[in-house]
């Protein structure tokens, strides 16, 4: 029996019911009661020879209990086992949280069908992480040549979300993480930086993306963004992110904080735009990363704020970090991560450990939300077929910490989301978001497999992806050979896959565009070494072959696009382009 997440108390027993064909909802017994699981979403769920019983406390609880059947329904058809089962989830809130601001923006489709299959694995929350891609009327020419999210778009999703049980939260970072907006020339003097300054590792450019907390424009900035957007949204939540600001105090509040410390100056500010956000009737989230490096000022934190207390490491000290914010009585969740981005095909291992963990320490801490992120640095260039395994495993984590089964997972992957009754898929998907350790590599926030294909040039000097081109100077020839096999084996088993939907054949072929351009890595580091190597025949061999590949890799990718995402590709793809050129200067 697959269900995701794993019911707290399961019982099966003796025989089957039949569900009629005529009138089966006649068959299923609805009843609100006190004696129900004593939990908002806590209920019980009897299926017996005569019929099916629901008994729930509030509405949240019926849409669990109706959440559990669909899955069984769908499992079983109409001879549905006999069982009793007893649930209620270990985190009031559960939400996905997916970036859309790095390169694709999904259309209201694509969005409306994340969170459809969200609901059916219990999520009541969602998220789009947004830095400049909601279509704001002032700022057309910062957002057009990515594609945005209208309010009619947004509007029409947060109804869809009302009604599945899914509280869509208005998520605009609001202090770091603004670089589009801030190489627009009407608001780069409200950055905190103006160009672009040197890392402190030397081996990239820190480009400006954090607005100046004292120039008396930024709030009146802010004020506008908040009130074109949140209109949109039902939710009583904003989350204001605030995370990695890593321009302050190096420009225009370079003296106020010689004088107060980053930590006072960057409080001071989240209090100003706390204000704003109280004054719209809305309850501030943030990313607590920055308060985490001063835990003397966390206590001053306004009243009912929320602490978001991130990180996507299988090791993260989580147990250590929220222990900070439960002392201090802030209310807080925990963020793990997919572990998909600059990978191409995943790094599932290292995200199931962070999911794990996560989920352990904010049980054991008490945290108000579990939130499963999934970003797209480097472009976004992995599809959400590949990020389905997690949202699955993180889903089922933020129900019931203590069970997740893999088996499970993938079982009820090929029924409910890639509706692929032979497996295939859900296998090698999984498969291939564990080909990355056969290249004997550990590298927080990438795999080889996705960023030596997706490198940024040299002279860009940018910031994700930028190790790519190291890695075949570390792997040996036989490791890459290897893991190039895996891959192929993996797509040789999506092509065996028969999903029935056209969602299931879509998700089909993105995840195989994904497990191309991961060998295209093997192949860009087999070539790097035959060139190191002084093997002229070989590589220039090697350089035709890989230009025609990517040739049509390129191709292919710009007709899947439009599918699933607004606007053009050009941000999420220009790497492939990239590689043909070192290729031909071969």
Aim: glycine share 8%; hydrophobic share 35%; with cysteine.
């Amino acid at each position: 029996m697959n269900l995701v997440p794993t019911p707290r108390s399961l019982r099966r027993r003796p025989g089957i019911f039949l569900l009629p064909r005529r009138r089966p909802l006649d068959s299923i017994r609805v009843v609100r009661t006190a004696s129900a699981t004593n939990h908002p979403e806590g209920y019980a769920l009897t299926i017996s020879k005569t019929g099916i019983e629901i008994a729930y406390r509030e509405t949240g609880g019926l849409r669990a209990a109706s959440a559990t059947l669909r899955q069984l329904l769908r499992e079983y058809g109409r001879r549905l086992p006999c069982l009793w089962i007893r649930d209620r989830p270990d985190f009031a809130r559960r939400g996905v949280m997916l970036d859309i601001s790095r390169g694709r923006v999904p259309t209201l489709k694509t969005l409306l069908d994340l969170a459809e299959r969200l609901a059916d694995f219990k999520i009541n929350e969602l998220q789009l992480y947004t830095e400049h891609t909601f279509a704001y009327k002032k700022f057309k020419s910062v957002w057009k040549g990515w594609g945005a999210l209208t309010g009619a778009e947004i509007r029409t999703l947060d109804r869809r979300c009302r009604e599945l049980g899914i509280d869509l939260v208005p998520n605009q970072n609001s202090f770091g993480h603004l670089r589009q907006f801030l190489e627009h020339p009407r608001l780069k003097k409200l950055g905190e930086l103006s160009e672009p300054y040197e890392a402190e590792t030397k081996d990239f450019l820190r480009r400006p993306t954090t607005l100046a907390p004292t120039h008396p424009g930024t709030l009146p900035f802010l004020r506008g963004l908040y009130d074109e957007l949140l209109p949109n949204f039902s939710s009583d939540f904003f989350n204001i992110g605030g995370d990695e600001t890593w321009d302050l105090g190096k420009g225009q509040s370079r003296k106020v904080c010689d004088a107060k410390g980053r930590g006072r100056v960057y409080l001071d500010f989240l209090k100003k735009i706390h204000r704003q956000v109280a004054t719209r009737k809305k309850r501030m989230m943030f990313w607590g990363d920055i308060l985490l490096k001063y835990p003397k000022l966390v206590r001053e934190l306004p009243q009912g704020v929320i602490a978001l207390n991130w990180g996507y490491e299988a090791d993260h000290p989580f147990a250590k970090e929220v222990a900070q914010f439960a002392k201090a009585g802030i209310p807080f969740y925990v963020c793990p991560g997919t572990s998909t981005w600059q990978t191409l095909i995943g790094r599932h291992d290292n995200a199931l450990a962070n999911l794990r963990a996560a989920a352990q320490a904010g049980k054991k801490g008490g945290a108000l939300g579990y939130l499963n992120t999934d970003w797209g640095d480097g472009g976004h260039p992995q599809p959400l077929a590949v990020s389905w395994p997690l949202f699955a495993a993180g889903a089922a984590l933020a129900w019931n910490s203590q069970s997740l089964e893999e088996k499970k997972i993938r079982a009820a992957l090929s029924r409910d989301v890639f509706e692929d009754p032979t497996g295939q898929m859900a296998d090698a998907g999984w498969r291939l978001g564990l080909a990355h350790r056969r290249l004997g590599i550990k590298a927080p926030n990438e795999t080889p497999l996705g960023t030596a294909l997706a490198a940024p040039r040299p002279e860009d000097r940018e910031l994700f992806c930028r190790n790519g081109l190291k890695w075949a100077a570390q792997i040996s020839p036989q490791k890459i050979l290897t893991t190039l096999k895996e891959i192929r084996q993996q797509r040789a088993a999506l092509n065996r896959a028969k999903p029935y939907s056209r969602s299931g054949k879509l998700l089909t072929g993105e995840l195989d565009l994904a497990a191309r351009m991961a060998e295209q890595s093997c192949q860009f580091m087999l070539w790097q070494q035959a060139v190191r190597e002084g093997k002229s025949s070989v590589a220039k061999q090697m350089a035709k072959r890989g230009i025609r590949e990517l040739r049509e890799l390129d191709k292919d990718f710009n007709a899947c696009w439009p599918l699933r995402n607004k606007g053009t590709p050009k941000h999420c793809s220009p790497f492939l382009k990239w590689r043909i050129q070192d290729y031909q200067g071969s």
